[in-house]
C-alpha cells in the first residue's frame, strides 16, 4: 500500500448511523482485530478486551437509534491500572486499537458506528465490565445504508505551537 492508498482509506473513513440489515461475518471481525491488535501498546499489555453483545443485552442497552441497526455490536474494554498514568497508557493504546479496528473494517467495506453509552454505571453492570476497566466504546458494525459527508476540520496549522 503507498500513501495515497492510506490517505485515502483514512479520507474516507466515517461513523456510520444507518447500516443495511445485511448480516456480518463474526469470523472477519475477529480477522481485522488480529490485525488491529499490532496498535502500539505500553510494556506490551495488550490491554483492549471486546465483549459480542447478543439481542438481549442490545435491547437492554437501549440505545436511542439502537446503533444504526447494526447487525453486530461489540463493546471494547481497556484494562484499568494501579497508577493514573498507567491506566491512560492503557486507555490510549485501546483507543489506538480501535482506530486500526475501524480503518481496517472500512477497506472491506464495514462501517462503524462509536458511541459512549458503555460508560453508563447501568451499562457498565450490564456488560458485566469489572473494576477498574473502562468501556471506551461500543461499535454497531455493519455495511453502511448511508455514507455521511466529511465534515470540516480545523488546520493543523492551528492546532500545532512551537516551544524555544
Same mark, same amino acid.
Given at each position: 500500500?503507498?500513501?495515497? /492508498? ?9 461513523n456510520i448511523k444507518v447500516f443495511k440489515p445485511d448480516p456480518v461475518d463474526e ?32 435491547? *437492554?442497552?437501549?440505545?436511542?437509534? /439502537? ?31 480501535? *482506530? ?18 458503555? +460508560? ?23 455495511? +453502511?445504508?448511508?455514507?455521511?459527508? +466529511? ?6 496549522? /492551528? ?6
Amino acid at each position: 500500500m503507498n500513501l495515497e /492508498d492510506l490517505r485515502e482509506v483514512v479520507l474516507t473513513r466515517r461513523n456510520i448511523k444507518v447500516f443495511k440489515p445485511d448480516p456480518v461475518d463474526e469470523s472477519l471481525v475477529l480477522s481485522l482485530m488480529e490485525i488491529a491488535k499490532f496498535a502500539p501498546n505500553h510494556r506490551m499489555t495488550q490491554p483492549w478486551h471486546i465483549v459480542f453483545i447478543g439481542p438481549e443485552t442490545r435491547r *437492554q442497552l437501549n440505545h436511542k437509534a /439502537d446503533f444504526g441497526g447494526a447487525p453486530l455490536v461489540v463493546a471494547i474494554l481497556s484494562e484499568g491500572a494501579a497508577k493514573d498514568e498507567d491506566r491512560v497508557e492503557q486507555i490510549v493504546a485501546t483507543s489506538c486499537f480501535i *482506530q486500526n479496528f475501524l480503518l481496517l473494517a472500512h477497506t472491506v467495506g464495514l462501517g462503524a458506528r462509536w458511541t459512549s453509552i458503555g +460508560a453508563q454505571p447501568q451499562n457498565r453492570a450490564l456488560l458485566g465490565v469489572p473494576e477498574g476497566y473502562d468501556v471506551l466504546g461500543i461499535l454497531g458494525i455493519g455495511y +453502511a445504508a448511508e455514507v455521511p459527508h +466529511a465534515k470540516d476540520r480545523t488546520p493543523i496549522a /492551528d492546532k500545532v505551537r512551537h516551544m524555544p
